[in-house]
């Protein structure tokens, strides 16, 4: 049943009875201007006036004065809520439609309607109402505290070669057009994209990327924590998972096919969505995981717009963080990014799952069975075991970075391979990694 039929049928609201979407009134008193506000700032609702708290029909005079005073009190909310007259008999149904301008306000506060009940709202329930609703956004706040001696010059040239931006004017004067800095100062999208260290003055500036070697998230082979403002972010974190997964390749007439077990086109744009779409209010940390069979990325930040609309509908959280992002390469084409990761995955074989809850979830499924992955592992690493034993035969406190210079190779293959390795009983690490040493059993 639809709610115009609820609102229409007298006997199908008395037997739903009080709810999220029914309240009975049994006169206009002074509280109505308050379920009105209550509706608005959730999800719509239905006040008959004329039937008491228990159910029962009384019935009310409905007249042009009547209906003249309800929308005087509905326009006295604020903002204004609009508000629907359904004559039903004897009954008034009054039809509140859920507010496009949240948070709203009526002479005695701010009320949310929780089950059958109207409950004023607390401070933060406000305040998380109204950056829900998009009327507060964190990246255009005002960073009070921000000391010029923390801006990074060398950021703010790489962002305008990034941007093809020419510097002929001053740098007050860019900024000023970038709509990163007001009369007021530098907002926080500027301190994410151009202090020195952001994390000195936003907490949630800094990304997590952590290798596992398991899909339990139990044996942790490496952990980074970087704070290097938007674009540094987005650059370490692909090249991080860049250097982790495998590359398959195939030679036919002297043409050499690659084929990587996670497309580099989904996970970069997975990256940007997270970093870009993340809720800095919250004050958590983006995670990019390496897990033995899937790439997960998590970002904080509820969907600002129905889970039906997912896929077909794109709304900024961080409308200045994207507008300046998308003058680079990094963002070819605002609003596509899920689309984008979706159909990477699919042309490159991958499963991609997309899962929603006070945070946002991107997990990218490996395309090779856990046997190839194994294998591929052990043969890499069989051809570099012995070179790595002479290293640490010649030097048993040689470190992972040394053993990658002198072999000619990244420190994430290196790190693969000392696991592989210490699984195997070949090498074992006595000691911290500082201070500690090498032993080889066999």
């Not at 007259?85 to 509140?96: D, W």
């Not at 997960?296 to 507008?323: H, M, Q, Y």
């Amino acid at each position: 049943m639809t709610q115009y039929q609820i609102k229409t049928n007298i006997n199908a609201a008395l037997e739903l009875g009080e709810g999220q979407f029914i309240e009975f009134k049994e006169t206009p008193d002074k509280s109505l201007q308050r379920e009105m506000v209550a509706f608005a700032n959730a999800s719509g609702g239905i006040i008959y006036l004329g039937i008491t708290d228990d159910g029962k029909i009384k019935g009310v005079e409905t007249s042009n004065r009547l209906k003249s005073q309800i929308q005087d009190t509905a326009r006295n909310c604020d903002p204004p809520v609009a508000v629907l007259l359904t004559q039903i008999k004897n009954v008034l149904a009054i039809e509140v439609k859920e507010g496009i301008n949240k948070p709203y306000s009526c002479s005695s506060g701010f009320y949310m309607r929780m089950g059958a009940n109207s409950q004023k709202m607390s401070r933060d329930e406000i305040i998380s109402l109204a950056i829900k609703s998009g009327k507060i956004r964190y990246d255009e706040q005002i960073c009070a505290e921000f000391d010029w001696k923390d801006f990074d010059d060398e950021k703010f040239d790489y962002y305008l070669k990034l941007a093809r931006i020419s510097n002929n004017l001053s740098r007050e004067e860019i900024l000023t057009n970038l709509r990163v800095l007001t009369n007021d100062g530098m907002t926080n999208a500027g301190v994410l994209y151009f202090a020195k260290q952001p994390y000195k003055y936003i907490i949630s500036s800094k990304i997590r990327c952590i290798h596992f070697n398991d899909d339990k998230r139990v044996d942790i082979l490496d952990k980074k924590e970087v704070d290097r403002g938007i674009i540094g972010n987005i650059e370490y974190a692909i090249s991080y998972l860049k250097e982790l997964v495998p590359v398959r390749f195939e030679i036919k007439d002297l043409k050499r096919d690659e084929f990587p077990e996670y497309p580099i086109e989904a996970y970069r744009e997975a990256i940007v969505n997270a970093i870009i779409h993340f809720d800095y209010f919250l004050g958590n940390t983006i995670a990019i995981e390496k897990l033995k069979t899937s790439i997960v990325i998590n970002n904080k930040g509820e969907l600002l717009f129905p889970k039906s609309e997912f896929g077909k509908k794109s709304e900024a959280r961080n409308r200045l963080l994207v507008d300046l992002l998308a003058r680079t390469n990094f963002m070819e084409k605002a609003g596509t990014g899920i689309k984008r990761v979706a159909n990477a995955c699919i042309e490159n074989g991958n499963e991609v799952y997309f899962e929603f809850s006070d945070s946002f979830w991107i997990t990218i499924k490996s395309n090779v069975t856990d046997n190839v992955t194994d294998n591929v592992t052990d043969n890499v690493t069989d051809s570099r075991k012995n070179q790595i034993i002479r290293l640490i035969r010649e030097n048993n406190q040689i470190t992972m970075k040394q053993l990658a210079e002198k072999m000619s190779v990244t420190k994430m293959t290196i790190v693969r391979d000392i696991a592989r390795l210490k699984e195997n009983n070949i090498i074992k690490r006595i000691g911290p990694a500082k201070g500690g040493y090498w032993k080889i059993i066999k």
